[in-house]
């Protein structure tokens, strides 16, 4: 079997210490910080106060909007606090703060559903919004919205294995070890999405996770094993589409359903899974620690609200020499000033760089190399980009498409100048989208 | 354990955190390396009359560089780079100060009245090698014939005559860098593997080149796939096509704007050899191609991902 990718992307070293690595369960926090944003859409209003006793699992966060998802405690105990916390969004969201009163005691509400052959699709929509589920490959949002089904049904749904950032492991463990959860939840959300197909598509240096897929798979013949070319950014939604179907763009300013498509993340199907078979809502997230400045590198289950710098310590601690620290991959994440802030349901990983490799070049003008252009996966001209952004000439930056950047990165990782491209990107889009309003 | 954020200071920046370890001084360097083997032709050929003027322009240009800027001997490598090419664009034996004003102006008016590296329209050995052959045409149409080291004509002055096998090797009177064939291949070869060029450039150019050349001569039209090749590895065009044209900052961009640009210079190169008053016509097929470059950029953006048509 050939493998499929996208035309463009690029190569960032491969570096997944922790691929081997089987999933541990962290240590149950002794009190945790619940933020009560923790999806794309509007954030939750408290159903608890200061001094309630809540269970594990309990709902204690909602609001009455249509893009939102519920937030539940993850463990049981006392809530002792409700005030915004630090987060490095920077929007401090309002948190709820619980003490564990370290027996885990489930709420009443927790028990499993009826079986998937005897759930409606409303049903397997409503569990999920209950449970609060939300996408897992980062963009955290709502998963029930994506579930509701367009005019006839959908061509095919895609469920995004690809796991293209260094360094991250958890979606491969997963695959790994909760395949069989994986398509259960798969078939789940076909149900709901009334969709013809499922393609879960897997990059080949994942031979473990293709095999564990396609014995859970069995005999079915609606949903099947694609798999992608080892290259980056393969796991970004609109490249993932055009890989796996044959060359399929999705339009510009349009959704991937528009052209029958729906993608999600393996995370969120064995997430689904969990909500049908058990009740249980998302209140933990199994997530990467690595890099070369933490001692011990891991793939590990953590409650929501669990505070980083006890995962850290649970890794064996940070070495001396860190000196970076990033949320997510090391293409896409988001650079953080501390550990001091709680864990969400859509967080994939942490990583610790050491001193060695957090060098800020000082960057040089664009030499036209041409590099940025051949690899961009959107096919706009990033070098010219960067120089308007440099030139804060937002109106040509508009004329060079800026806005259909993906901020993958991949530009700025093969730019031999140095150029900081994706921060101009970002500088453009902000501004014309301040202009527009 | 909770106060580790206040006790320690983490670096902050955008994404990507990890970066390829590409830098343009490695570049560079590369095109530097993939210079030497037609430098050491040019040594064996014309001995100390090539070895002195390209260690006086690679000097030049460096120096004028650190004169304007104050600060480095090396720095990105850019004006070593075209210390060297324009060496390999004069004549063998070229007086000092001819190669000395024909650096300084590389330097100066190719590349820093632009605003340096990355800035200029022009490539910046051949605006050197511009204000030269408009200002001292004649001592830079000198030739001497190689080993022996006689003066002689340069073989475009009586198109076909010169045999392809030494114009392969580089047995020929010419520039320095021009005579052989097979030391430009193997340099253009060695960016070629470290992926510093690509064969559209040259392709183009050379390609364009040799069926203008093969069916078109000063008396007329017909079919000689030797005057083709002959023109191919006669004078400049090889030197153009492999480190000229390809040169990253006057070329365009965008894969199809490359193919339109080199074929551009072979058009325009074949149009001034066989119809225009200068045997050779490489040096202002490339300029003229520099100055229309970001108008190529311009016409062959390519389509977005998912772009619709209005």
């Not at chain 1, 009740?279 to 980083?308: C, H, K, W």
């Not at chain 2, 360097?29 to 260690?55: C, G, H, K, T, Y």
Request: proline residues 6%; charged residues 20%; contains cysteine.
């Amino acid at each position: 079997m050939t493998t499929k990718t996208f035309k463009g992307g690029t190569h960032p070293p491969h570096d997944k210490p922790a691929a081997g690595k089987p999933i541990v369960t962290a240590e149950a926090p002794s009190r945790v910080v619940i933020p009560l944003s923790q999806h794309s859409g509007k954030p939750c209003e408290p159903l608890v106060k200061v001094g309630d006793e809540v269970k594990m699992g309990q709902k204690i966060g909602d609001v009455d909007a249509f893009i939102s998802a519920p937030i539940h405690s993850s463990v049981s105990g006392k809530v002792v606090e409700i005030a915004p916390y630090f987060n490095p969004g920077g929007n401090g969201p309002m948190c709820v703060v619980i003490e564990s009163d370290g027996k885990d005691t489930w709420a009443d509400e927790v028990k499993p559903n009826k079986p998937l052959e005897e759930l409606t699709g409303e049903e397997i929509i409503k569990i999920t919004k209950e449970a609060g589920v939300v996408g897992l490959g980062g963009a955290a949002f709502p998963t029930h919205v994506k579930l509701i089904p367009p005019e006839g049904g959908l061509e095919a749904l895609i469920l995004n294995g690809a796991e293209c950032e260094p360094y991250l492991t958890c979606d491969h463990r997963l695959m790994v070890e909760r395949a069989e959860d994986m398509i259960y939840g798969a078939k789940a959300m076909m149900k709901a999405l009334q969709a013809r197909k499922c393609y879960i598509g897997i990059e080949v240096n994942k031979p473990d996770a293709i095999s564990a897929t396609r014995d859970a798979i069995g005999g079915d013949p609606d949903i099947e094993v694609v798999e992608l070319e080892v290259k980056y950014p393969q796991g970004s939604g609109k490249q993932l589409v055009t890989a796996v179907m044959n060359g399929l763009e999705v339009p510009s300013g349009k959704r991937s359903t528009d052209v029958g498509i729906q993608v999600s993340n393996t995370g969120t199907a064995i997430a689904i899974a969990d909500a049908i078979k058990t009740g249980r809502p998302l209140i933990d997230t199994v997530m990467t620690v690595a890099g070369s400045g933490i001692n011990e590198s891991a793939n590990i289950l953590v409650r929501v609200g669990t505070i980083f710098s006890e995962i850290a310590e649970q890794c064996g601690g940070l070495k001396d020499n860190s000196a970076k620290i990033i949320m997510g991959g090391p293409m896409m994440g988001n650079a953080v000033p501390s550990l001091d802030f709680p864990v969400c349901k859509a967080t994939s990983g942490v990583l610790i760089f050491t001193e060695d490799e957090v060098v800020i070049e000082e960057y040089l003008p664009c030499i036209k190399c041409a590099r940025c252009v051949d690899v961009c996966p959107a096919f706009i001209m990033p070098n010219f980009i960067s120089n308007a952004g440099e030139q804060n000439d937002y109106a040509a930056a508009k004329k060079l498409h800026v806005e259909e950047c993906i901020e993958c990165g991949s530009c700025a990782f093969v730019c031999p100048a140095k150029r900081p491209i994706v921060q101009w990107i970002r500088l453009c889009k902000s501004a014309i989208w301040a202009m527009s309003k | 354990m909770e106060n580790l954020a206040v006790e320690k200071r983490f670096v902050v920046s955008s994404s990507p955190h990890v970066k390829d370890p590409e830098t343009v001084q490695k570049i560079m360097i590369d095109v530097l390396i993939s210079l030497v083997p037609a430098v050491v032709v040019a040594a064996v050929f014309f001995r100390e009359q090539a070895i002195i003027p390209i260690v006086i322009c690679l000097v030049a240009a460096m120096a004028t560089e650190f004169v304007l800027l104050r600060k480095g001997i090396f720095n990105d490598g850019s004006a070593a780079v075209t210390g060297v090419l324009l060496a390999l664009t004069l004549p063998p034996g070229s007086d000092w100060w001819l190669c000395v004003i024909g650096a300084v102006s590389a330097i100066i008016l190719g590349k820093y009245v632009f605003g340096g590296l990355g800035n200029n329209i022009f490539n910046p050995a051949l605006v050197g090698r511009a204000v030269l052959l408009a200002s001292w045409g004649g001592r830079m149409t000198a030739w001497l014939s190689p080993v022996d080291l006689r003066s002689t004509a340069t073989p475009l002055a009586e198109p076909g005559q010169a045999a392809l096998v030494d114009l392969f090797t580089g047995n020929v009177s010419g520039s320095l860098g021009e005579t052989s064939a097979v030391a430009l291949l193997i340099g253009a070869a060695y960016l070629l593997y470290k992926g510093h060029i690509n064969w559209r450039i040259p392709g183009g150019y050379i390609g364009s080149a040799l069926i203008m050349g093969t069916v078109m001569s000063a008396a007329g039209f017909g079919f000689d796939i030797t005057m083709g090749l002959w023109h191919v590895l006669a004078g400049g065009l090889l030197l153009g096509a492999l480190f000229m044209a390809t040169d990253m900052v006057t070329s365009p961009v965008t894969p199809n704007g490359q193919l339109i640009f080199g074929i551009g210079c072979g058009v325009l190169t074949m149009l001034i050899r066989i119809y225009g008053n200068y045997p050779e016509g490489v040096t202002f097929a490339i300029l003229i191609m520099n100055a229309v470059t970001p108008l190529i950029d311009n016409a062959t953006r390519p389509r977005f991902y998912g772009e619709v048509k209005k």
